[in-house]
């Protein structure tokens, strides 16, 4: 079943064409990588299916529902999260605080001990924020930023978790962690759709692929053939 489909989508940003009749789908439980270059239009294709950025034209389908108008924090509630790149955590607020506002769309529905539960799967995740729940998130490492970056978007239960460089600027052992803790994700059937600057790794754990060029679909294909490709090696792989 094919989890979300984008027909004809346009983008525009004061006249400059950032997505150009860009059609994408893919399926449910799996891994997705979008890959390009700085201002392909990676993240403002996140940011429009959030609804953060306005579509000029096109449609978005989530399981099989028009997503298109449909209001950020109801799209929460559909099942879709984002994590933002440079992460957009309330920098004043303790680890816990801002875990617990990563349900707050849910909380007359869930009630405090449901999302108590939910933070307790993420501190099983992510061990060293539950021995940092009462630190202040500004405080953090920019690993345990990242970590608590995903575990508040996890507080929602996704469906669909939506990735913008979860490994920018981290030391490869975190980098390699983030990754494990990804596949570990899909592997409980959750669809994962990622934008990563090491397009080697991103390819190497995707079941498919697209690549993006000045805002169009310029190929698509399974990680392991766009990893083969050698017109994707060399543009994107160092040859």
């Known amino acids: 079943m094919m989890l979300m489909e984008i027909k004809d989508l346009t983008v525009s940003y004061g006249g400059i064409k950032a997505l150009r009749s860009l059609n994408i789908a893919f399926e449910e439980k799996s891994i ?30 989530f399981q099989g529902k028009r997503i298109s108008d449909i209001k950020s924090h ?21 680890v816990r605080d ?4 990563g349900a707050y769309a849910f909380f007359r529905t869930l009630g405090k001990k449901e999302v108590r539960k939910r933070a307790e799967r993420v501190y099983e995740l992510f061990p060293i924020l539950k021995e940092r ?24 239960d996704p469906r669909l978790l939506m990735l913008d ?16 803790v990804i596949k570990h994700l899909n592997s409980q059937s959750m ?3 990622l934008i990563e600057q090491n397009a080697r790794a991103a390819l190497k754990m995707s079941h498919y692929a697209f690549v993006l060029e000045s805002g169009r679909l310029a190929s698509q294909g399974t990680g392991a053939s766009l990893l083969n490709d050698e017109k994707i090696k060399k543009a994107y792989l160092g040859g």
Do not use: Y
Not at 74 to 81: F, H, P
Not at 165 to 180: C, H, Q, R, T, Y
């Open 32 to 61: 997705v990588s979008i890959i390009g270059a700085n201002g392909a239009g990676k993240s403002t294709l996140l940011n429009t299916i959030m609804n953060l950025v306005p579509a000029e034209s096109g449609e978005i389908f």
């Open 74 to 94: 109801e799209l929460i509630k559909l099942g879709i999260s984002l994590v933002p790149e440079g992460r957009m955590l309330f920098s004043h607020l303790t």
């Open 98 to 101: 801002n875990l617990h506002l």
């Open 133 to 156: 729940r009462d630190q202040i998130a500004g405080t953090l490492s920019g690993g345990q930023q990242q970590m608590l970056a995903i575990g508040r978007a996890l507080m929602a």
């Open 165 to 180: 460089e979860p490994s920018m600027g981290l030391a490869p052992m975190l980098v390699k962690d983030i990754f494990n």
């Open 191 to 193: 669809s994962i759709l």
